[in-house]
Nanobody, 124 residues
Framework: QVQLVESGGGLVQAGDSLRLSCAAS????????MGWFRQAPGKEREFVAR????????SYADSVKGRFTISRNDAKNTVDLQMNSLKPEDTAVYYC?????????????????WGRGTQVTVTS
């Protein structure tokens, strides 16, 4: 069992930066694929970024590529999402998720553990 707790959300202006952090419990954190997803009001949850267990492979949604960076620190059991050049359309609740399988995927349905989310609001 893994428990995930997100932090770092807030209210910012367009063009600003935020860094989200996800703290995980459990001794097997280093074996999990970790992902960030987001859900805006009235929309489905969507993939934002993921990182494999070794940290050697990352993937991003086209909408955030070049602006967001995902990273992990297995010594601290954390996975971060650095968000730069934020836009109003980035406004959403951001969720951290963990996947036990080593098969990479961007589908939220295939992630096993979820945090409760942190709100990010970007004003124009």
């Amino acid at each position: 069992q893994v428990q995930l707790v997100e932090s770092g959300g807030g209210l910012v202006q367009a063009g600003d930066s935020l860094r989200l952090s996800c703290a995980a419990s459990g001794r097997t954190f280093s074996t999990y694929i970790m992902g960030w997803f987001r859900q805006a009001p009235g929309k489905e949850r969507e993939f934002v970024a993921r990182i494999n267990s070794s940290g050697s492979r990352t993937s991003y949604a086209d909408s955030v590529k070049g602006r967001f960076t995902i990273s992990r620190n297995d010594a601290k059991n954390t996975v971060d999402l650095q968000m730069n050049s934020l836009k109003p359309e980035d406004t959403a609740v951001y969720y951290c998720a963990a996947r036990r399988s080593r098969v990479l995927t961007t589908s939220p349905d295939l992630y096993d553990y979820w945090g409760r989310g942190t709100q990010v609001t970007v004003t124009s």
